[in-house]
């Protein structure tokens, strides 16, 4: 049976030292954290991951560290990209190999590939990683490869493990509508991203499930049980909560504001970040983060539960 994935499935960051070294005893925090916070799944290494900034062998410890830690209480996708497909496949390989439930993939980058060799790519992926479901990352520049609707169809139609989408992409609503639309092909499901900014217009759409960033998992997971329940009054008020802390998240940069909204909420101690020209959060922003994540802790709740954790003061 393939596995059927579906509801927030967050995107953890790598947590490093104050001198930029990999830190796996944080990075098992923020899996307890994200899973304490009710994710239904756990992506990594991917952008939010700083994943290109990661050598082999730290690949290797994200993913074998996320999988452990994780423990088999909700499903893995693994970050495969490459900028080749020999690297691909390798990564999808191992991926595999240490237990992961699925992979995820941009197409190659730092060289954009043909059309051919993009097929190439994702079936290579496909045979390394032994029937594991490959969802193909649908995202714009500059670390993705923005694909048709016709071009992710003609994925799913071509290597039957391709079956997923993560679509984050311009007019993604409308591109998931085109894809969803077409009958009787291998695509089982389609989730969003851009930290489920465009959630409400999406979930209409057909939307299995959303992949947004793991530091505010607890209020994705609260507008999905409310857009998936039919609570559209609840959806709506989960969505006002989020929607300025999403907006911070994009002005200031996925992996530093990432971080530093898990700083403020006692996961991580360090807000290091490798990712290149990544601006830093000055006082007034850290000021209003505080004040907008204080408001959604004491408004949301999922299953009668407050958030998982609390802002600490800045």
Known sequence: MTPEFRGVYSVLVTP???????????????????????????????????????NDDERRAVVETVVTATAGRIPVVA????????????????????GADAVIAVPPYVKR???????????????????????VQNADNPSGTPLSPAQ?????DRIEAVSWIK????????KISAVLAQAGTNVRGIMGGKGARYALDEFQRGICGTMPGCEFTDLH?????????????????????LLP?????????????CKEVLRMRGVLTSTFVREPGSPSLDRQATDLLARHLRVAEENITRSGNQAAKHVIDV
């Open 16 to 54: 490093f030292t104050e001198t930029g070294h990999l830190d796996l005893a944080a990075l098992e925090r923020v899996v307890d954290f994200s899973i304490g916070a009710g994710a239904h799944g756990l992506v990594t290494p991917v952008v939010v991951s700083e994943f290109f900034t990661l």
């Open 79 to 98: 970050g495969v990209s490459a900028p080749s497909i020999h690297g691909a496949a390798e990564r999808a390989g191992h991926a595999a190999e240490v």
């Open 113 to 135: 590939a043909s059309w051919t060799e993009t097929v190439s790519y994702y079936e290579a992926i496909a045979n390394a990683s032994d029937g594991l479901p490959v969802f």
């Open 152 to 156: 992710l169809l003609e994925l799913a």
């Open 167 to 174: 679509e984050e992409s311009g007019f993604s609503s409308q």
């Open 221 to 241: 997971v609260a507008l999905w049980d409310a857009l998936d329940g039919g609570d559209h009054d609840r959806a709506d008020h989960a969505y006002r909560l």
């Open 245 to 257: 802390l999403v907006e911070m998240e994009d002005q200031y940069g996925g992996a530093a504001f």
